[in-house]
């Protein structure tokens, strides 16, 4: 066989058996493992070699039968019809065999070459589980082969085995005795087996598939114009039903279930009968109605304390480097100018300010990540979905809502696009649409350098408080809004049951934590390096253009003159004039006099410091005097010339640059906005940092990064800049509560909003996703704003008012209301007798 053709593959198999484990196995391709049910949503592909064969791999998603009920198994079933496989991979969960068996009826029943990977051995061994591998392959005609996925091991006895079945004749479809419906799957059998189009070793299970009145079979047999067959499966049916009053895909199901249970008596031996496993003693506290959520909420806390509060102290070990290939940057570009620099210097700068801001962040995330790798591997995430569906309930939405919420960023550090996109394997039409809704309430990893900064600016003794009150806000609000939502214009849309099942616990390991903290820190810079720096231009463009008017402009050169006037008169008489004898000598002496401050702001040592010095009378000795204070008085008088002319320039530069973007495209924008957004204190600045986050998060902070410059010749954190900034202008921590709480609750990101129209395929809901969370945002910011303002509160204690208060609400809402009954027994008597 040529290397252009190769054998095709699929993996199939329930929910958290392992799959993704086994593919990365076979491929050698890294892909997200989680101990999570659903996290593969969509059909993943790779390749392997095997004896000179190359082996094409496709990882379906989690299902537990080929039933349509599901985007899951809608997925594994088209692949299966539309581009069958030469062989197929069953992975089952050797703790769980019996839920997994019915998947591989089918399978066998559709005629594939079919091989049985019987993952986590090594649990069903801790369990007590002894099964026998043998007489199960000769119970189920299908080569087994035993697996501990999470060490690799079986992987190379899993190549062999397909390998071998690759070359094997094609298999024959195998039979399962449905019992008072098998003459009937017989009958269509052989009628379904001579209809040109269909697959003739798949006509038993397409038989079977139209007893359980499915309604994609039954599509596929009516396009081949075979009306007749689909009558005489109806008339099957309604016989069937009549006689045992039960349904025949009922009776199928129960088939399958009663067949699995005597394999698994003939097979599997339980060696420590009456014994409570591991898994379920441990459940036994963490899933106590009273301790589960409990240890939730301490569990949330932790992760914050540990990433966000501890991971803080790493950025000032980052900040220096970050700064660093700052000054290496600026040192790069054209020179600075005296007044108006180069259009490049100020472009290129901006960007490196921009992903600066932005990659300090990144020990947060390492330790934010790795964190929550360990919730996903040890089996805890399942369990939170397990715990948060008892709550998810009662404002209208599913257990199957969770994952979404988990992706978007429950704890932070997810993101709103995943989020949604994961919302297509919710089943009911409702919760679905209330979870795209509100997913992007989530706290999404580009959201947490702007709670980072502003809680770092003003409640640096109460950042672990602060954050855990936005963590938890943002989820209340998301099901607040849900319940109006469900309860109004989605209330006539149908539900459907949450089932899930709870995979044991697991030790998760180093290696695998930390390449999920990498790989999704890497995403993370990834989009720094690609979204952030196309916004960063775009707000360049409209922050720089028109630009400084005309008769303005004209105003400040002649005050630049004035101020190198003022500079030459003080060095009168002085020898060290000669050395800025011209305007180009000046400009350099002004930018050899900044590079030195800033790097002199960054040396970590004394040392350092005093090569800084060194390096200014090795390779400037004529500027020396005015950069490096002197002792000799003609150098004292020219050092000091040399700060006023610096601090002169500074304020002109600011205050050009000041003007500059407040006469902006994006400044009058701002300015705009003002007349609204100033009962919740946002003022213009805070209003362009809001607009431009609206393309994407982080633009919020690296747009503020820019908008609160730093003088030429600093390296100061954002932190420092704006806190001084914004407290000298009267703004307060009153004022960053308002900011956070309009930005938990803002309108989802541009990539968010696409992903809405994507998935609920309206323009009108994507429009409404954007418009609602604005005026929410704005209402709530406004109220609290004003309403602490009038009654003196500061920002901790408003912000665990506004947390209180929107608790109590989510209470009142989710509490159950015993005197609602009557008050429709005596608005409607005549319908007292329906069950609420």
């Known amino acids: 066989m040529t290397e252009s053709h190769h054998h095709r593959i699929a993996l199939a198999g329930q929910q958290n058996c392992g799959k993704s484990t086994i593919f990365n196995i076979l491929t050698g391709l890294q892909q997200h493992i989680a101990n999570y049910p659903g996290v593969t949503v969509d059909k993943k592909s790779g390749t392997y070699m095997w004896q000179g064969q190359r082996y094409g791999v496709t990882d379906l998603p989690g299902a537990y039968s080929l039933s349509a009920f599901s985007p899951e198994e809608r997925v594994s079933r088209q692949v299966l019809l539309d581009e069958p496989p030469d062989v197929i991979v069953n992975v089952m969960d050797a703790t769980n ?21 019987v993952n986590m051995m090594d649990a069903a061994r801790r369990r007590g589980l002894a099964i026998d591998l043998p007489a199960l392959s000769r119970r189920l005609t299908a080569p087994v082969v035993p697996m501990v996925g999470r060490s690799g091991k079986g992987g190379k006895e899993l190549r062999g085995a397909i390998a071998e079945a690759a070359q094997a004749p094609t298999a024959v479809p195998a039979t399962l005795n449905y ?10 059998h052989a009628r379904l087996s001579a209809i040109p189009g269909l697959d003739g070793r798949m006509s038993r299970w397409h038989a079977v598939k139209l007893l359980e009145n499915d309604s994609e079979t039954i599509g596929r047999v009516s396009r081949l114009g075979q009306t007749d067959v689909i009558e005489a499966a109806a008339a099957m049916r309604a016989r069937f039903e009549e006689a045992h009053g039960l349904s025949a895909g009922d009776h199928i199901s129960a088939t399958r279930d009663r067949r699995a249970a005597e394999i698994l008596g003939d097979c599997v031996q339980d060696t420590r009968h009456g014994t409570v496993p591991v898994s379920e003693r441990i459940d036994r506290v963490l899933l106590n109605r009273f301790v589960a959520p409990l240890f939730l909420i301490a569990t949330v806390w932790v992760i914050y304390q540990l990433s966000i509060v501890q991971g803080y102290e790493l950025t000032h070990i980052t900040w220096p480097f970050l700064a660093g290939l700052r000054t290496l940057a600026a040192s790069i570009l054209p020179d600075a100018g005296f007044l108006v620099d180069p259009q490049i210097r100020s472009l290129g700068l901006w960007i490196v300010d921009s992903v600066n801001t932005l990659l300090n962040y990144v020990p947060i995330f390492l330790i934010l990540f790795a964190l929550i790798a360990i919730l996903e591997d040890s089996g805890y995430m399942a369990r939170i979905a397990f715990i948060l569906d008892r709550i998810l309930h009662r404002f209208g939405l599913h257990g199957q809502s969770t994952l979404p919420f988990i992706l978007g960023g429950v704890f932070a550090g997810g993101c709103a696009v995943p989020g949604v996109m994961a919302t297509k394997g919710i089943p009911d039409a409702r919760a679905r649409l209330a979870t795209i809704l509100t997913v992007p309430f989530m706290n999404c990893m580009a959201k947490i350098p702007l709670y980072t900064l502003l809680i770092n600016i003003y409640f640096p003794d109460a950042k672990g408080l602060m954050l855990f009150y936005l963590s938890t806000i943002t989820v209340l609000a998301a099901l607040l809004v849900a319940k109006l939502l469900t309860s109004s214009v989605l209330a006539t849309q149908p539900t459907a049951p949450f089932v899930m099942e709870l995979p044991s616990y697991h030790m998760p390991t180093v290696t695998g934590i930390a390449r999920r903290a990498t790989d999704r820190t890497w995403m993370y ?7 952030v720096v196309a916004i960063a231009v775009v707000i360049y463009v409209l922050l720089q253009f028109p630009g400084v008017p005309e008769d303005r402009m004209s105003a400040y050169e002649v005050r630049g003159e004035t101020v190198i ?3 030459y008169a003080a060095l009168e008489g002085n020898p060290n004039l000669a050395a800025v004898a011209t305007p180009e000598d000046l400009v350099s002496l002004v930018n050899v006099h900044s590079t030195y401050k800033a790097r002199r702001l960054n040396a970590s040592s004394r040392a350092a410091a005093e090569a800084l010095d060194q390096g200014i009378r090795d390779n400037h000795p004529q500027f020396a005097p005015f950069v490096l204070r002197g002792r000799a008085e003609a150098d004292r008088a020219a050092f000091s010339a040399m700060r006023d002319l610096a601090n002169a320039r500074n304020t002109l530069r600011r205050e050009m640059q000041s003007e500059r973007i407040e006469s902006s495209f994006l400044g009058h924008i701002g300015r705009g906005l003002e007349p609204v957004t100033q009962f919740a204190d946002f003022d213009w600045r805070i209003n362009i940092a809001l607009l431009s986050s609206f393309a994407a998060r982080e633009s919020s902070v690296a747009t503020l990064g820019v908008l609160f410059d730093q003088e030429e010749g600093e390296n100061r954190a954002l932190e420092d800049r ?5 407290r000298a202008e009267g703004r307060t921590a009153l004022s960053a509560v308002a900011l956070m709480l309009f930005f938990a609750l803002y309108p989802p990101c541009l990539a968010t909003v696409i992903m809405v129209r994507v998935q609920t395929q309206s323009t009108g809901w994507m429009v409404f996703s954007i418009v609602f969370p604005t005026i929410l945002g704005l209402t709530v910011a406004s109220v609290v704003f004003q309403s602490a303002t009038a009654l003196g509160l500061t920002g901790l204690e408003t912000m665990t008012a506004v947390w209180l208060g929107t608790f109590a609400l989510l209470l009142l809402v989710a509490l159950p209301k015993p005197w609602l009954p009557d008050l429709r027994q005596r608005a409607a008597p005549e319908i007292e007798d329906v069950a609420p």
């Open 525 to 531: 810079i990834k989009k720094v390096g690609t979204v």
């Open 722 to 726: 704006m806190g001084d900034q914004q």
């Open 565 to 567: 006037a003022e500079f």
């Open 97 to 117: 065999l019996r839920r997994s068996l019915p998947l591989t009826f089918q399978l066998l029943e559709m005629g594939f070459r079919v091989i049985v990977a």
């Open 179 to 188: 019992g008072p419906l098998e003459d009937d799957v017989a009958a269509l």
